[in-house]
T-cell receptor
Framework: EAGVAQSPRYKIIEKRQSVAFWCNPISGHATLYWYQQILGQGPKLLIQFQNNGVVDDSQLPKDRFSAERLKGVDSTLKIQPAKLEDSAVYLC????????????FGNGTRLTVT | QQQVKQSPQSLIVQKGGISIINCAYENTAFDYFPWYQQFPGKGPALLIAIRPDVSEKKEGRFTISFNKSAKQFSLHIMDSQPGDSATYFCAAPSYSSASKIIFGSGTRLSIRP
């Protein structure tokens, strides 16, 4: 079984620039999550999709962050404009149905905002 | 927002010793308690999980103990090995949505040879 794929692995941008991350979940997984992990902290949920609908985006800074999941498969997370405090690892995860089924994480995108 | 409180923040254990990490949750509606293991440069991976209808679950050297009355669950790593050196996160479903998983702050475990 292929795992969750994320790209790019690393990204360095200047503040006020924009950036986009891509995620391809495990085939057949209905639920997709984007987490933000700041160094030394636990992952923080940004947005959760069930198929192509948003289930929870309560902690997504909607003035600068946006996400979509096209056709219920791949997903992109965008930040525009970036701030210094956005420096973090952005993790994508998927699960079969979101109801107490294990989360499968990608290796993340490490974003550095200078 | 409900929290999942994890301790200790860091832990150093001699090879062959027992590593114990604790997690406290707030909401009794939780019914699924996983532990995730994360190595540097990698995403977290599910290590072991328990449901509250049992008090203990063992998989190899890893054991989850669950104390429903105290609203705590813990991870025990027996015969700790250098390869167990990683960051461990407990997690629990959100009160508002069973599919929303909230993570603890993590425990950095180092096993000394």
């Amino acid at each position: 079984e292929a795992g969750v794929a994320q790209s790019p692995r690393y990204k360095i941008i200047e503040k006020r620039q924009s950036v986009a991350f891509w995620c391809n979940p495990i085939s057949g997984h209905a639920t997709l999550y984007w987490y933000q992990q700041i160094l030394g902290q636990g992952p923080k949920l940004l947005i959760q999709f069930q198929n192509n609908g948003v289930v929870d985006d309560s902690q997504l800074p909607k003035d600068r962050f946006s996400a979509e999941r096209l056709k219920g498969v791949d997903s992109t997370l965008k930040i525009q404009p970036a701030k210094l405090e956005d420096s973090a690892v952005y993790l994508c995860a998927s699960s079969e149905d979101g109801n107490n089924s294990p989360l499968h994480f990608g290796n993340g995108t490490r974003l550095t905002v200078t | 927002q409900q929290q999942v409180k994890q301790s200790p923040q860091s832990l150093i254990v001699q090879k062959g010793g027992i590593s114990i990490i604790n997690c406290a949750y707030e909401n009794t509606a939780f019914d699924y308690f996983p532990w995730y293991q994360q190595f540097p440069g990698k995403g977290p991976a599910l290590l072991i999980a328990i449901r509250p209808d049992v008090s203990e679950k063992k998989e190899g050297r890893f054991t989850i103990s669950f104390n429903k009355s105290a609203k705590q669950f813990s991870l025990h790593i027996m015969d700790s090995q250098p390869g167990d050196s990683a960051t461990y996160f407990c997690a629990a479903p959100s009160y508002s949505s069973a599919s929303k998983i909230i993570f603890g702050s993590g425990t950095r475990l180092s096993i000394r040879p």
